[in-house]
């Protein structure tokens, strides 16, 4: 089993920034992809930005140049600093995990979630 927990999540202001973080625990083999994705009231879920173990990633058109995802595989963490926030960044977001849990086990697991709301 993989839990991912996720912290961050705030009220803030339009223009201000925050740092979402998301840990990794359980036992597993490897974690390949960790992501972040995001589900605003009435909207389906969609994705923020992914990153790779070795460090690739990719971003949704919305949020380039203002997102930036990172992750510490010491520490089985992903980051997204998110600055200049907009209202319609508002939405829970959460994490995503994929990868080896045994030789024969791959896991795509989620967190439960952060809520993000930006105001005016």
């Known amino acids: 089993q993989v839990q991912l927990k996720e912290s961050g999540g705030a009220l803030v202001q339009a223009g201000g920034s925050l740092r979402l973080s998301c840990v990794a625990s359980?036992?597993?083999?490897?974690?390949?992809?960790m992501g972040w994705y995001r589900q605003a009231p009435g909207k389906q879920r969609e994705l923020v930005a992914v990153?790779?173990?070795?460090?690739?990633?990719n971003y949704a058109d919305s949020i380039k140049g203002r997102f930036t995802i990172s992750r510490d595989n010491a520490k089985n963490t992903v980051y997204l600093q998110m600055n200049s926030l907009e209202r319609e960044d508002t939405a829970v977001y959460y994490c995503?995990?994929?990868?080896?849990?045994?030789?024969?086990?791959?896991?795509?697991?989620w967190g439960q979630g952060t809520q993000v709301t930006v105001s005016s």
């Open positions: 995503n995990a994929q990868g080896i849990l045994t030789l024969t086990d791959s896991f795509d697991y």
């Open positions: 359980g036992s597993f083999f490897r974690i390949n992809a």
């Open positions: 990153i790779s173990a070795r460090g690739s990633t």
